[in-house]
């Protein structure tokens, strides 16, 4: 053992240096193992950086972006004959469309219920037209 005030020789088993008369403790190897013990809450930190990976963004966006269903292509046929007044056209298209949204999961429901509507309502718009022009034809003729 060496004395920590002095340096010198101690005798294995003397618990004074022999020069000095400094308390040989034997607390010296006990110290070094606090030490190593602090060095250990620096593992819990790695579980965090493994986790990290995990929660990478770039990779759970990806699928995202793939999962999201297509729009309905029936069901935006359907809106446009119906904005344009295509009438009967924009309901098949409509109807097909929805069926699409429901079956193969697409989006546009939201379209393709707007083209019935707007279908049903120009077809609708065109029997009452008929329905009076018709009646002033059959008018005209009774006299
Ligand atoms: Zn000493």
Do not use: H
Request: proline share 10%.
């Amino acid at each position: 053992m060496i004395c920590q005030n002095c340096g010198a020789q101690v005798k294995e088993g003397n618990r004074f240096c022999e020069m000095c008369g400094a308390p040989v403790q034997p607390v010296q190897p006990v110290q070094p193992v606090q030490p190593v013990q602090p060095v250990q809450p620096i593992q819990p930190i790695q579980p965090v950086q493994q986790a990290k990976p995990i929660n990478s963004n770039p990779q759970p966006i990806k699928p995202l972006i793939i999962d999201r269903p297509p729009f309905s292509n029936f069901c935006i046929a359907g809106l446009i004959t119906a904005i344009f007044q295509i009438g009967i056209l924009g309901l098949i298209f409509g109807i097909i469309g929805l069926k699409e949204c429901s079956s193969k999961g697409k989006r546009g429901m939201a379209m393709g219920i707007i083209a019935i509507i707007l279908s049903i309502a120009d077809v609708a718009l065109w029997i009452v037209v008929l329905c009076i022009f018709g009646y002033a034809l059959i008018y005209d003729a009774m006299g």
